[in-house]
Structure formats: C-alpha cells, structure tokens
C-alpha cells in the first residue's frame, strides 16, 4: 500500500506556483486533495499547514502557505478524504486509515493542536468532520 503523504503528494503535480517565490497557496494543493481519485493500493492523507520555505531560503523548493491557516480547508479535506475511504475499497482489506500531516509539526507550520493563533479551530474541524461522517453513514 501507499500513503499519499499531504501536501508532497499534491505538490508532486502540476500546480500554479509562483515562479520567483516558488509558493503555491494551500488553498490550491487542498482543491487538488478533494479532486483526486484513490485507488485501491493508496492510504490517504490531509495536512493543517505548510512552510517549509525557511528551510530553503537560498535554494527553494515548491512549498505551501496559508496567508492564515485555515481550518475549514482541513475540515473539507477530511470531510472528502472519509467519504472516498468509505466508498471505495482499502489497500488492507479491514480498516482505513487518513493521515493528518501532523499533530505537531511547529517548524513547518503543521500543526493541529490548540494554539493562540487558531484556538482549537483545527481539533474542532477534526471532530465536526468525524461527527458528520458517524450520522450520514
């Protein structure tokens, strides 16, 4: 099995970078999460947030941003994630897993946890997606 490691996955297909910047707006690498299609042999993956831009100051590489992370895009990228997982077959036969990229990836911006900037906006997407899904199906 693969896992679609988000944002690399995305990033990883023609996108509308800026050229001098090298940044694709996070926006943009979440719509290309929702429209995606999975395959059989593919665990998924979702992520909060995306930086690595500092890394690579001299020399960048394509890297996400949010001008504000936002966690209605994480809500939607779940939301759409757990609905292909329950409608389409999993690589192991018995149970599915979404990886969020990630709990606590403060360097680069990945972060899920409460913070100052965002409250608990990002768990609460988490749990409103999960809700959703548990009532419709």
């Known amino acids: 099995a693969l896992y679609l490691f988000e944002p690399h996955n995305s990033l990883n297909r023609p996108l ?77 036969d018995k149970e599915d897993l979404i990886f969020i990229s990630s709990w606590n990836e403060w360097n680069e911006g990945a972060v899920m946890e409460p913070s100052i900037q965002d409250g608990y906006g990002f768990l609460e997407a988490h749990k409103d997606a999960k809700q959703f899904i548990t009532k419709t199906f």
């Not at 707006?25 to 993956?45: C, D, L, P, W, Y």
């Not at 020399?59 to 992370?69: C, D, G, M, N, V």
């Open 16 to 92: 509308h970078a800026d050229p001098k910047t090298k940044t694709v707006h996070s926006s943009a690498v979440a719509e290309q999460i929702i429209n995606s299609t999975r395959n059989k042999n593919q665990f998924m993956g979702v992520f909060t947030h995306w930086d690595n831009s500092p890394r690579y100051q001299k020399t960048p590489k394509l890297s996400t941003y949010h001008t504000k992370p936002d966690p209605l895009i994480f809500k939607k990228q779940l939301l759409v994630q757990l609905v292909k997982a329950l409608m389409t077959e999993s690589p192991n």
